[in-house]
């Protein structure tokens, strides 16, 4: 792993903050360190306050940023003193503790501090940075894990046994760090989580961080375990049908509509194709977090009723351990694994679904390398289940609000380049809509740039044509749920002897034909 640090581009970045916002934006660059929205950073800056007295303020990620586009605005700034204070309690209860870190913050207009700002608070370094490096994650998830960090990170890092996130593992870090570490440490690594690094400034926790995912690179590469051979590309099929046809198991399954995301690459096949993939693919996440976005396993094939009856079972199991009730979630599958399909990504929207299927190709990346190390091994399903309910994570997937009217259907238009067509894609879109957008004019394929939107240059009375479009249409989105049938040519007037049966045929080809066609799909 290389640093993205540059002296230019730093440059333009002046202040404590700024620079924070900078080296976040570095470690978000980078798939392998953080995904949508994971990992965190803070930095700790002293000034005086309105009543002229000195304090110490923790600047950390607010929740809802995303460190690759995070912006000062996005962290939050809380009395540090009153951190450290809440960290030698006893106990604290989430809803607790978050009430301590908003009436602590002194933005009004700030984002929630992160659920780990108390932990971010207990290392005694000015920045701090956490992120879900693969490396670090396929060594954690491998058949003596533990053992493999310790022998990697020696005394530069100290390693604290999986807890769940919140109040308990803070207080553990607190408890534990000072303890263990020394004058070669650099990091943190806390056991089926994630990694942390710290400096005095911005570049060295940036870079330490950098150096600490390297080792668990060179690791792997020694251990003939992180090149993974590069499966040979698929023949594209077509599928549309099946496709069509799963996405409304998994919506019934769901109780809303969704999107499926199924776009066929070859490593997904691969990997659906597998001999073990049962026992490969049915651990768990590989870091619980993920839990809220895949579930805690994929769908292997296509039996959504089956899925959803072991979901309902493994929900009664675990729920009856809590104290307080919990509301079961739908059951529907967000990640299948098919050996037609490949790799299949469910969401209440693209964007959802692109989400999903980031996640579960890096999922099946930290598998495999795992693997070659002696076997995947997650966290048990009971400490996955406690991520999925944790009321705190939950909150971050309502925070949305009510989805918009059209949220997981899938509209296509024809004659969408310009004029109605494009305006009629561009309400779908506005409603929440995903659309697929035909028109002969090439540049509807740069008509937008955004994950609910996919343009295709197509003669829609080339029957060829069409079959491609909408095998691509139902790979990007699902299926189909509403036409928007625009496209059509408009001839000069006149006389009919004058109407030439080449032009004629042209009109009912363009006007009538492919029309129908389309209706029959």
Known sequence: MKSLWDDNEAAKYSG??????????????????????????SVKIAHRNVIGEEETVLYVKGSGWDLETIEEAGFAPVRLGHLLKLARLEALSDPLMVNELRTHTLRAAAPTPSVEAILHAVLPHKYVDHTHADAVLALCNSRNGQERIEEVYGDCAVIIPYVMPGFGLARLCAE???????????????????????????????????????????????????NMAAPAAAEPAAVRREIA???????????????LNARGDARGLAFARRKDIRLLAQQGPATPDHVLRTKRVPLIGRDVAAYAAEYKKYFAENAA??????????????????????????????????????????????ILRATVLGGYQALPA????????????????????????FAGEVALVTGAASGIGRACVESLLARGAAVIGLDINPAVERLHQRPDFTGLACDITDADQLARALERGARAFGGLDMLILNAGVFPPGCRIEALATVEWDRVMRVNLDANLALLRE
Request: with cysteine; proline share 5%.
């Open 16 to 41: 404590d903050l700024a620079l924070r916002v900078y080296t976040s934006r570095l470690l978000g660059r980078d798939q392998s360190l953080v995904l949508h929205g994971g990992g965190n950073t």
């Open 245 to 259: 046809g799963l996405r409304r198991q998994v919506a019934d399954a769901a109780g809303f509509p969704v999107l």
């Open 382 to 405: 009971a400490d996955v289940f406690d991520v999925e309910y944790w009321d705190l994570e939950q909150a971050k997937l309502k925070s949305g609000g009510k989805p918009p009217v």
């Open 321 to 366: 351990r809590g104290a307080q009730p919990k509301a079961m979630l739908d059951p529907a599958p967000r990640v299948v694994l098919d050996p037609d399909l490949g790799l299949c990504a469910a969401g209440r929207s693209a964007r959802e679904a692109v989400i999903v299927r980031d996640i579960y190709t890096h999922t099946m990346e930290i």
């Open 176 to 226: 534990r760090f000072p303890a263990a570490a020394g004058k070669n440490t650099i990091g943190m690594v806390l056991l089926n989580h994630g990694i942390f690094s710290f400096g005095a400034s911005a570049r060295e926790a940036y870079e330490r961080m950098i150096a600490l995912v390297s080792r668990a690179e060179d690791y792997l590469v020694k251990h003939g375990a992180w």
